[in-house]
C-alpha cells in the first residue's frame, strides 16, 4: 500500500495519489510524506528509482537487504535504515524489531516498512489533524518519527522491567524449569534490544552533529534531544540485562538451598534409621521361627528389648543431632 499525505502550508491533504507526486516535488511549499506500507517490491522500486531518483544501491538496502541501523549521505537525500519495537509479553517472540527504511529530502521524506510498525501509524494519524509536523519541512517531521519511535522503546522497556521485578519475586516463591527458560528468554530479549539500540545511538549522534548539509543547525538540536533519549534508552537496557543476570544468579543459589535442605532431610532420615537398620539385619528378627535353639536372644524378653532399644535409638539421635546443631 502507498499513502500519501502532502501540507501546502496551510492545509494537510491526504487524497494525494502517486501522479500527484512530480508536482508536488516541484512546488516549493510543499512537504510530503510518502508511506510505503508491506508495498512489494516489483510497486516500490519504480517509485523510488523513477519518481523520486533514488540511487539503485539505496533502494537495494531498503528494500531487499537486512541491515543494522545507519546513514547514509547521497548528496541530495539521505538513506536512514531504524529499528522499530513491537514487545508482546503473551506471544513465544518476545521481540520484533521490524525494519524502518528512510528517504530524507529537504521537503519530503518517503519511508518503506516491510511490516507495518506502530510508531508509524501513530505519527501518520496524528499528521492528519495537527499540522505542527510540517512546520518546519521533511527533517523535523523525522524528528517527530524518531521522537515517537523512542517513546515506543522506551514504553517497551518499562513493559520488560516490570516483568522482570516480578520473575524476581516468583524466583523466591516458586522455581521451575519453565521460570528458568522464561529468564533465559528474557535474558535474550535484552540482549537483543542492546545490539539494536548501539548502532541507532550511532545514527541520531551523526544526526545530531549537523555533519549533513540536509539538516542544519537549528534542526540538529531536536536530533541531539531525541539522542540523549537514546543514550539514556541504552543505559536502562544495560541496567535491566544486569537485573536478569542477577536473577539468575538468584534462581541458582535458591535451587541450590533447596537441593542442600533435601539432601539434608535425607542425610537425617538415613543417620536415624542407620541403628535400627544395623540391629535388624545383625540379629535377622527371627523371634518367632528361630533356626537355632537359642532362647536367650530369641525369646520375648530379648524381643522387648530390642524393641524398645530400635523405638528409643531415633529418638535419642535426633536429640544428640539437634543438641550439636546438625539439623
Known amino acids: 500500500m502507498i499513502r500519501i499525505v502532502a501540507f501546502d502550508g496551510e492545509t494537510v491533504r491526504s487524497d494525494v495519489t502517486v501522479s500527484d507526486l512530480p508536482r508536488l516535488l516541484k512546488d516549493p511549499k510543499s512537504v510530503l510524506w510518502v508511506d510505503l506500507v508491506e508495498t512489494p517490491v516489483a510497486e516500490a522500486r519504480p517509485l523510488l528509482e523513477g519518481i523520486f531518483g533514488f540511487h539503485p544501491l539505496a533502494v537495494d538496502d531498503a528494500l531487499e537487504e537486512q541491515h543494522?541501523?545507519?546513514?547514509?549521505?547521497?548528496?541530495?537525500?539521505?538513506?536512514?535504515?531504524?529499528?522499530?519495537?513491537?514487545?508482546?509479553?503473551?506471544?513465544?517472540?518476545?521481540?520484533?524489531?521490524?525494519?524502518l527504511d528512510c528517504f530524507l529530502m529537504p521537503r519530503c521524506m518517503v519511508t518503506f516498512q516491510a511490516q507495518a510498525a506502530s510508531t508509524v501509524e501513530q505519527l501518520w494519524q496524528a499528521v492528519q489533524t495537527?499540522?505542527?509536523?510540517?512546520?518546519?519541512?521533511?527533517?523535523?517531521?523525522?524528528?517527530?518519527?524518531?521522537?515517537?519511535?523512542?517513546?515506543?522503546?522506551?514504553?517497551?522497556?518499562?513493559?520488560?522491567?516490570?516483568?522482570?521485578?516480578?520473575?524476581?519475586d516468583m524466583v523466591f516463591q516458586r522455581p521451575s524449569e519453565k521460570l528458568l527458560g522464561e529468564i533465559f528468554a528474557y535474558k535474550r530479549v535484552l540482549m537483543q534490544l542492546r545490539r539494536a539500540l548501539m548502532p541507532q545511538r550511532e545514527v541520531l549522534n551523526k544526526l545530531s552533529r549537523g555533519d549533513f548539509a540536509l539538516i542544519?543547525?537549528?534542526?540538529?538540536?531536536?536530533?541531539?534531544?531525541?539522542?540523549?533519549?537514546?543514550?539514556?534508552?541504552?543505559?536502562?537496557a544495560d541496567t535491566t540485562r544486569?537485573?536478569?543476570?542477577?536473577?539468575?544468579?538468584?534462581?541458582?543459589?535458591?535451587?541450590?538451598?533447596?537441593?542442600?535442605?533435601?539432601?539434608?532431610?535425607?542425610?537425617?532420615?538415613?543417620t536415624l534409621f542407620m541403628p535400627l537398620s544395623f540391629i535388624a539385619g545383625f540379629f535377622g528378627m527371627n523371634y518367632f521361627q528361630p533356626s537355632m535353639p537359642l532362647p536367650r536372644w530369641t525369646g520375648p524378653v530379648s524381643l522387648g528389648l530390642t524393641l524398645g532399644a530400635m523405638a528409643i535409638m531415633p529418638v535419642t539421635m535426633y536429640w544428640w543431632m539437634s543438641k550439636r546443631n546438625l539439623i
Open 242 to 270: 544486569d537485573a536478569v543476570n542477577d536473577i539468575l544468579e538468584m534462581y541458582l543459589s535458591v535451587v541450590n538451598n533447596r537441593m542442600n535442605d533435601v539432601m539434608k532431610t535425607l542425610t537425617v532420615i538415613t
Open 68 to 99: 543494522i541501523p545507519k546513514v547514509d549521505d547521497w548528496g541530495s537525500y539521505l538513506y536512514i535504515a531504524l529499528y522499530g519495537i513491537h514487545v508482546d509479553l503473551s506471544h513465544e517472540h518476545l521481540l520484533e524489531l521490524p525494519e
Open 216 to 236: 542544519n543547525h537549528a534542526d540538529s538540536v531536536y536530533f541531539r534531544d531525541t539522542y540523549d533519549h537514546l543514550v539514556r534508552l541504552y543505559e536502562i
Open 130 to 168: 495537527d499540522q505542527r509536523a510540517f512546520s518546519r519541512g521533511a527533517p523535523y517531521l523525522l524528528y517527530n518519527l524518531l521522537d515517537r519511535l523512542m517513546a515506543d522503546y522506551m514504553l517497551a522497556l518499562e513493559t520488560l522491567d516490570g516483568r522482570v521485578e516480578e520473575l524476581e
